[in-house]
């Protein structure tokens, strides 16, 4: 083991045993206070400078989760044969599921004559549809006009509507998926026409986060110690890496039917409208510092803090102009898991951030303002990697490495501990200009599970 390994370990450990890892929430942002709401003629504007400036745009898709989590609810049947109403409700539709016209005929010929336990190990199973490690990407989502379309293959075919400049989709992986995930693209033929390319990467390997057990030991397995994934936060890198300006991130299951695909273009519009207006007004006040156009700034885009104004100078503005900026639409909250947008008090300052659920203590006073949270993060966001004058910028300068996330997993029946990077859109993004946005609740759809399917959203 090297050195750095070594020291690497010992850091790890120490985050998650010695130090404080919960943030200090002062208040949920709310329309107002910490989100803007764009309508009328505002609204209008910002679509009209999007179509204006046409920006070549990339989307930044991470998709590198496996199928097993939509399918965990047969797993588990299939270990307790118990049939739960989730169970019953995925049998009873399970012919309405796009996915069930891949299952090769003589199968779906014989299902009726099956016992829905076989049948769920062969949905699983490598000797069957394998969907539990597939990447979730690549299982069938969606029927339109009698193609059957999986989440890659939508996500090209929806997207390409904002491209009139062409542009660039970019698809994070699981390692030794990348050809089919490319043959699968391919496969749409005349619908790729137009100056669109894709890439693809990894999750380097050297971000993986090191396991222990409760009591702080190293966690071993096959002689060495336990590492796995550290979280969505790693993904920086790969984004970091893309040389393009104008970036739209969204999760590979956010995707609806495409004859609902209207919502999702036009809020990119507005998002990304919006984005290049707040750099444009930026930079007409860079060079011509003056308290009152910093707060008229503030007042339309609602990005600072009250304690940020109050401490406001010429030097802060310079700073401002030489970050990178992100506009994060936030849909109302109907209960979904996750993160939100909040008010935090970090080492004395108030700034705005997303937060995850794993960052706030029991504390009482923090659970209060988690549960009278208005708004929840879909991860829809555009962002711009330049600062104010298009100048690149290098994304790891502005990672605050104290936002580490301390996770719990059951691996193998085991209870393991193991730290996450910052992640991509919380940590990872917190040095930025962030313009939280109200968007639409129709554009969040993800599918966490197989029945998510049957939802309104992905139906035509």
């Known amino acids: 083991m090297s050195i750095d390994e070594k020291s690497s370990i010992i850091n790890q450990k120490r985050d998650i045993f010695e130090r404080e890892h919960y943030v200090s929430l002062t208040t ?16 209008n504007e910002a679509l009209d400078l999007f179509r204006e400036v046409a920006p070549r745009i990339t989307f930044f898709i991470p998709a590198s989760g496996s199928g097993s989590r939509m399918f965990k609810f047969l797993f588990d049947y299939t270990k307790d044969e118990i049939e739960t109403n989730v169970v019953k409700k995925f049998f009873d539709h399970l012919d309405t599921f796009p996915f069930f016209q891949t299952i090769p005929i ?21 000797e069957g549809m394998n969907f ?23 996500q090209v075919l929806q997207s390409k509507y904002l491209m009139s400049r062409g542009g660039e989709m970019h698809f994070t992986v699981q390692e030794g998926f990348e050809e089919m995930v490319r043959d699968s693209i391919e496969s749409l033929g005349e ?32 002689n060495t110690q336990l590492r796995r994934p550290a979280g969505h936060g790693a993904l920086i890198h790969n984004l970091n890496a893309i040389e393009a300006d104008f970036i739209l991130v969204k999760n590979i299951d956010n995707v609806q039917h495409f004859s609902k695909k209207e919502a999702s273009n ?16 930026l930079r007409a006040i860079v060079g011509n510092y003056s308290k009152e156009a910093i707060v008229a700034l503030n007042s339309k885009y609602d990005f600072l803090s009250e304690m940020e104004m109050d401490a406001f100078d010429e030097a802060r503005l310079s700073e401002l102009a030489s970050r990178p900026s992100r506009v994060c639409g936030m849909v109302k909250n109907e209960g979904a898991p996750g993160g939100g947008p909040f008010w935090i008090n ?12 794993v960052q706030i203590s029991e504390e009482e006073d923090q659970q209060v303002i988690l549960k009278l949270s208005s708004h929840f993060n879909p991860v829809f966001i555009a962002l711009s990697k330049t600062d104010v004058n298009d100048k690149p910028l290098d994304l790891m300068s502005f990672i605050d490495p104290s936002k580490n996330l301390v996770v719990n997993r059951s691996h193998k029946g085991n209870e393991i501990m193991y730290r996450e990077l910052p992640g991509l859109w919380n940590g990872a993004m917190s040095d930025w200009n962030t313009i939280f946005l109200e968007i639409p609740v129709e554009v969040f759809s993800p599918v966490k599970t197989a029945n998510d399917l049957l939802t309104e959203a992905h139906r035509a």
């Open 266 to 281: 036009d809020t990119w519009e507005l998002a990304l409208g919006t984005l290049i207006k707040f750099k444009q007004d």
């Open 191 to 222: 619908y790729l026409h137009g100056d669109i390319q894709f890439s693809f990467s990894s999750q380097e390997k050297n971000t993986d986060a090191y396991c222990f057990n409760s009591d702080g030991s190293a966690f071993i397995e096959n």
């Open 106 to 126: 003589n199968v779906r010929q014989k299902i009726s004559t099956l016992q829905s336990i076989y049948l769920a190990e062969y949905l699983l199973n490598e």
């Open 132 to 154: 539990t490690l597939l990447p979730k990407g690549l299982i069938p989502f969606h029927e339109v006009k009698g193609e059957i379309y999986n989440p890659f293959q939508e």
């Open 346 to 357: 970090d080492n004395g300052v108030v700034t705005k951030q997303i937060i995850e659920g």
């Open 28 to 43: 949920a942002c709310s329309i107002g206070d910490g989100i803007i709401k764009i309508e009328g003629q505002a609204r």
